[in-house]
Nanobody
Framework: QVQLVESGGGSVQAGGSLTLSCAAS????????MAWYRQAPGMQRELVAS???????NYADSAKGRFIISTDSTKSLTYLLMNSLKPEDTAVYFC?????????WGEGTLVTVSS
């Protein structure tokens, strides 16, 4: 089992920045990737950014050039630096961990961007 706890959400004006953190604990063996997803009201959950155990990153088109995902070597801390925030970035952001065939989710942290 892996437990994930997000933090760092909040309210910010358009153009501002936030850094989300994900603290992972439990059996971290064989974590193959960490990721951030988001879900806006009435919308499906979508991938924002991911990073593999080898350090390969992947970003949604909406996040490219503005967001940066990073993690420490043990995957116990994963960050999402979000710059140039837009109102359409408003959503609950979820941390995700993939371990073999298992998927783990945090409870999410709310990001609200006002215009």
């Amino acid at each position: 089992q892996v437990q994930l706890v997000e933090s760092g959400g909040g309210s910010v004006q358009a153009g501002g920045s936030l850094t989300l953190s994900c603290a992972a604990s439990g059996n971290m063996f064989s974590i193959t990737a960490m990721a951030w997803y988001r879900q806006a009201p009435g919308m499906q959950r979508e991938l924002v950014a991911s990073i593999t155990s080898g350090g390969t990153t992947n970003y949604a088109d909406s996040a490219k050039g503005r967001f940066i995902i990073s993690t420490d070597s043990t995957k116990s801390l994963t960050y999402l630096l979000m710059n140039s925030l837009k109102p359409e970035d408003t959503a609950v952001y979820f941390c995700h961990a993939r371990q073999s065939a298992m998927n783990y989710w945090g409870e999410g942290t709310l990001v609200t961007v006002s215009s």
